[in-house]
């Protein structure tokens, strides 16, 4: 029994990091209909697990579920608004039920697929973690080596990085799922001083390289974001002072690190390391930071600004309350004649889509996440003494719980991103795994902590 329940967990986590479809293999190969119908399989799959665990789950350890319910709740109340409002009343060619089931099924897989994730989380998070880093070292390496060899393992896609930066050449996956929640993970384990294992090591300097061969400034500033979150969060946990965290930075070891790092790309890839210098300079610039003649380029200016782009400013003023509802245009890459961009300007579209009732109606997600993140931080803070006595038995949550709140706490950062869960964007439901994965975390916490108090004679 126990080995058909490893198995069982392990399709499980199987299932949650292939639904984002890392690599793309399922948007290049498998047609929008019979996608559908495998998501839906995937989904029934993971209730059919979830069922079984939880009909034959340890009942001693109980936690409170208010939290769980205060998700469905809001749940409940998104896809009432997202149903009858934004895809029903705002929708001026409703095309029956069926077109409406098959076209938004990601909005029931994302918002379902929560619950069985909190439980996973709480009984069984290394199977997670394995699968998580295994399948990032194997589909990273098969796009490294088909940029840098032209060997076809994976099919990508090229462009050019800014007429300012010369005939730069980037390269991209049709998909990458959550394979960037390795950064988080490999980061929380450097700053809680865990061994780091080679294969998250690897993993991590997988994704770094993917990074860079990309150039996504998005992930080149979110990296850096990572960094500073989680030193200051483990800084509170550990009871130390601010200045810690920035001294943390400038020790010998990691300026040698990154000395060597930048000589490497200065010799071998001297147009990589230009370009990201002066996207990090037009960056900057274009926040105000720093004076510089660098530009960012108008669709970078634009989504950091709330005014400049004009044909979704004028959806917002004409539909201020309940949105445009859907359209097909806030879908596509150029958004149409009336320039609705929906996974450029995430924040912007989510408000034209949805209007401040829709948002309204959503917000209270991100407090729940707030409370969540905060009540995690400090359980560990307070049961810190525990964190290396029992740190095989406490790493993995400690460390997950961790990631998920710098995943989450970086989208509250980028304003831009707002709203990034309901946006127009392809892989828009990772977010609602990173809640999952901290709620899991924060219960599977609970009771291992309550457990060790309770074996020591302390009241947690």
């Not at 608004?81 to 099924?105: A, E």
């Not at 997988?206 to 979150?229: N, P, S």
């Not at 669709?299 to 359209?327: E, Q």
Request: proline letters at 3%.
């Amino acid at each position: 029994m126990k080995e058909r329940k490893g198995t069982s967990i392990n399709i499980f986590w199987i299932i949650v990091v292939i639904y984002l479809d890392p690599g793309g293999f399922l948007v290049l190969y498998v047609p929008p209909i019979q996608r559908t119908a495998l998501y839906i399989l995937l989904l029934v799959i993971a209730y059919v697990i979830f069922n079984f665990h939880y009909a034959n789950r340890d009942k001693r350890n109980k936690v409170p579920l208010k939290f769980v319910k205060s998700y469905i709740a809001i749940a409940i109340a998104w896809a009432l608004y997202y149903y009858i409002i934004f895809y029903g009343y705002n929708n001026d060619d409703f095309p029956g039920v069926t077109t409406m089931f098959l076209r938004t099924f990601n909005t029931i897989f994302k918002l379902l697929i929560v619950i069985p994730i909190v439980y996973f989380s709480t009984i069984n998070l290394k199977s997670f973690i394995n699968i998580l880093v295994w399948s990032t070292i194997f589909i990273g390496s098969i796009f490294i080596i088909t940029v840098f060899t032209g060997i076809p393992l994976i099919e990508i896609l090229s462009a050019s990085r800014g007429e300012d930066i010369g005939a730069l050449k980037r390269s991209f996956m049709h998909g990458y799922g959550i394979i960037n929640f390795v950064l988080p993970i490999t980061i929380s384990l450097f700053y809680l001083k865990y061994k780091l294992s080679k294969k998250i090591l690897a993993a991590f300097f997988i994704v770094v390289t993917i990074i860079f061969i990309t150039i996504y400034r998005r992930d080149m500033v979110g990296l850096i974001e990572y960094i500073i979150i989680l030193s200051i969060t483990v800084n509170y946990i550990q009871k130390k002072a601010f200045i810690k965290t920035v001294t943390k930075f400038l020790n010998f070891r990691n300026i040698i690190f990154v000395s060597i790092a930048i000589f490497l790309l200065g010799i071998f890839t001297p147009k990589v390391l230009d370009s990201s210098i002066e996207i990090v300079e037009g960056t900057l610039s274009s926040i105000g930071i720093i004076d510089s003649n660098k530009s960012v380029g108008s669709t970078d200016a634009a989504r950091l600004s709330f005014g400049d782009k004009i044909g979704i400013i004028t959806a917002i003023k004409d539909n201020p309350f309940i949105g445009t509802g859907y359209n097909e245009m806030w879908y596509t890459g150029d958004g149409g004649n009336k320039g609705w961009e929906g996974s450029d300007y995430i924040f912007l579209a989510a408000l034209a889509m949805y209007g401040v009732v829709g948002l309204l109606i959503f917000f209270p997600f991100y407090i729940l996440s707030y409370k969540i993140i905060k009540r995690l931080i400090k359980l560990i803070r307070y049961n810190y003494k525990w964190v290396y006595v029992y740190k095989s038995y406490l790493w993995v949550p400690i460390v997950i719980g961790l990631a998920a709140s710098a995943e989450l706490i970086k989208n509250f950062l980028e304003y831009p991103n707002w709203f990034f869960p309901i946006g127009a964007v392809q892989d828009n439901a990772r977010y609602f795994i990173f809640f999952g994965l901290l709620l899991g975390s924060y219960y599977n916490l609970t009771i291992k902590f309550n457990m060790i108090n309770k074996f020591h004679g302390r009241k947690n």
